[in-house]
């Protein structure tokens, strides 16, 4: 169940993302995301018609999501998701409101709002909620207090992606990203921005599983393994955007083409 909610969710963020990113105007942007907070269909009457059908999408997911969690008897988890959905929207239109003024923040400031654009931290969140009783209420208020492997894992999703995505993001008209915001702060050449910050960010993660946690190890390990995932992604290149390349070929020796066992 962990796996086809996550996999459901991650295409729904990715169209949310696109809207706050690409499509929607400042106005209808903020419309969107008061209707996130209500999470009524009712607010789905002020939408423009494109983001009506994302919205209804949006709820229709996450109802087929609560059902499933009341059929296991872990009601409670569905708050979690909702809220951390919830967060997720309040922090794009944040980002939106810094390019429609052209904002370039500073590395503070931008970290504040990018670490939960990422998605990392509401991914891992709703990951969560479909696992079996090794989840407790304990784990999900864990997760919610950031935690500092949490918060590792999410610079190093942040960082990994704005440092191989920006020059494309930028020409097609996107927020200021990590790249931007430290060169400008600090006056350094693109080359020198964020390697050291990711390779902190690892040993921060390593230190965190060599330590005594408030979670179990397989918790852990989850929040790992979405590192790893991220640094597969945008090791040498976008390839979540472009996925056509060597992602695709990735998923082909894993799914298609598998070494026999």
């Known amino acids: 169940m962990a796996r086809r909610i996550l996999t459901k969710v991650t295409a729904m963020t990715s169209i949310i993302d696109d809207i706050y990113d690409v499509y929607g105007t400042l106005e209808e942007l903020e419309l969107f995301t008061e209707a996130v907070e209500r999470w009524d269909m009712s607010a789905m009457d002020k939408l423009p018609e494109y983001m009506r059908v994302c919205y209804q999408a949006l709820l229709d997911l996450y109802c087929e999501i609560e059902e499933e969690l009341a059929k296991e008897g872990r009601s409670y988890r569905f708050h979690y998701a909702k809220e951390a959905m919830k967060i997720q929207v309040r922090a794009c239109y944040e980002e939106a409101k810094w390019l429609q003024v052209q904002k370039i923040p500073t590395m503070e400031e931008y970290i504040a709002v990018a670490l939960v654009t990422s998605g990392y931290w509401m991914l891992a969140t709703t990951s969560f909620i479909g696992m079996g009783d090794v989840v407790t209420k304990e784990t999900l208020d864990w997760i919610f207090s950031e935690p500092k492997i949490v918060r590792a894992s999410a610079v190093i999703c942040r960082?990994?992606?704005?440092?191989?995505?920006?020059?494309?993001?930028?020409?097609?008209?996107?927020v200021a990203s990590a790249v931007e915001c430290y060169m400008k702060q600090h006056g350094?050449?693109?080359?020198?921005?964020?390697?050291?910050q990711v390779t902190i960010a690892w040993k921060d993660i390593n230190e965190e599983c060599l330590n005594p946690t408030a979670v179990p190890k397989p918790i852990l390990t989850r929040v790992v393994n979405f590192a790893r995932v991220i640094d597969v992604l945008y090791k040498n290149e976008?390839?979540?955007?472009?996925?056509?390349t060597v992602l695709k070929d990735f998923v082909t020796s894993m799914i298609i083409d598998p070494v026999p066992i």
């Open 159 to 174: 960082l990994m992606n704005d440092m191989v995505s920006h020059k494309f993001e930028q020409k097609r008209g996107h």
């Open 188 to 196: 350094a050449s693109e080359e020198e921005t964020h390697d050291k």
């Open 238 to 244: 976008d390839g979540y955007t472009h996925s056509g």
